[in-house]
């Protein structure tokens, strides 16, 4: 079956310190894959998407993730966290499905000062 | 550009009853999406429409539908409500071309609370 693997319900980092998110997936077939936050109280905000186009994706915010199609990731960074990171944040699959996500279960990164 | 939005963004029903929520997209997109979001299942995909037909499904009781109408305003409807169905239901709207990677766009969510 499908899925997406989410190591880690809860990080936490300091302010200024790198932050990795890791996603993995489960899938002989590479999928599209995206990467999505989500602060109390509101709907999902789209950080970065892999289309296939290059391996590594830059998105919103300073976030980047790469694309290891030989270890099934596709990893969130960023290299120096900021309180206003604090929220949840998704990994996801597409499978040409139409508008159909696979979500994995979120991590909720936390942002000490 | 006006992003989606949900109505009633919170909800407070019984046991038994049925329940509608609405969802509008943004403008020009023709794909509504919804998933179901709990503290234990985490986000599950509901269904989605396209052009006033459901194009895919998850894997959810017949108690949950849905409808797309004309505009592309799309409803959920769950009927003989359970304690289990309550949730942050999110609606999400794309172009909705054949692109998997066509972009969702969240709405912010409507809490429904079943006692």
């Known amino acids: 079956a499908q899925s997406v693997t989410q190591l880690g319900s809860h990080v936490s980092v300091s302010e200024g310190a790198l932050v990795l998110l890791r996603c993995n997936y489960s899938?002989?077939?590479?999928?599209?894959l995206f990467w999505y936050v989500q602060y109390p109280n509101q709907g999902l905000q789209l950080l970065l998407k892999?289309?296939?186009?290059?391996?590594l994706v830059k998105g919103i915010n300073g976030f980047e993730a790469e694309f290891k199609k030989s270890e099934t990731s596709f990893h969130l960074t960023k290299p120096s966290a900021h309180m206003s990171d604090a929220a949840e944040y998704f990994c996801a699959v597409s499978y040409n499905q139409g508008g159909k996500l696979i979500f994995g279960q979120g991590t909720e990164l936390s942002v000490k000062p | 550009k006006a992003g989606v939005t949900q109505t009633p963004r919170y909800l407070i029903k019984t046991r038994g009853q049925q329940v509608t929520l609405s969802c509008s997209p943004i403008?020009?997109?023709?794909?509504v999406s919804w998933y179901q979001q709990t503290p234990g299942q985490g986000l599950q995909f509901l269904f989605e429409?396209?052009?006033?037909?459901?194009?895919n499904k998850g894997n959810f009781p017949g108690r949950f539908s849905g409808r797309q109408f004309s505009n592309s305003r799309s409803e959920m409807n769950v009927s003989t409500l359970e304690l289990g169905d309550s949730a942050l239901y999110l609606c999400?709207?794309?172009?909705?071309?054949?692109?998997?990677?066509?972009?969702?766009?969240f709405g912010p969510g409507t809490r429904l609370t079943v006692l």
């Open positions: 899938s002989s077939v590479p999928p599209y």
């Open positions: 403008s020009g997109h023709r794909s």
């Open positions: 999400a709207s794309s172009l909705g071309g054949s692109s998997p990677t066509d972009t969702q766009y």
């Open positions: 892999y289309t296939s186009a290059a391996t």
């Open positions: 429409y396209f052009s006033e037909t459901q194009r």
